[in-house]
């Protein structure tokens, strides 16, 4: 059974960073791209980032391009979201995801997915 838990969300202010982690279990971590995605009230669930089986190619939503970095540790079955220079637009859930193969951006086309954890960012 493919776990995915994420952590690291809270409360910054505009302007300030955080590092969200995907913690793995029930799947071959290093056989899944990765991704990260964000929902906030009364919107769809929108892509923010996605990183190869190896880490050698990621993708990016423009708004986040430049100020998030996801990367990953494949010996920890771990996937992290670095956030800097955070904007209250930034405020959602953030939940993150995998799938077989890389390069697919479509909420649908990942398979298992984490129950998230809130970022608010205020002004």
């Known amino acids: 059974q493919v776990q995915l838990v994420e952590s690291g969300g809270g409360l910054v202010q505009a302007g300030g960073s955080l590092r969200l982690s995907c913690a793995a279990s029930g799947l071959t971590f290093g056989g899944y791209a990765m991704g990260w995605f964000r929902q906030a009230p009364g919107k769809e669930r929108e892509f923010v980032a996605t990183?190869?089986?190896?880490?050698?190619?990621?993708m990016y939503a423009d708004s986040v391009k430049g100020r998030f970095t996801i990367s990953r540790d494949n010996a920890k079955n771990t996937v992290f979201l670095q956030m800097n220079s955070l904007k209250p637009e930034d405020t959602a859930v953030y939940y993150c995801a995998a799938r077989g193969s890389y390069g697919s951006s479509a909420p649908a086309a990942f398979s298992s997915w984490g129950q998230g954890t809130q970022v608010t960012v205020s002004s």
């Open positions: 990183i190869s089986r190896s880490g050698s190619s990621t």
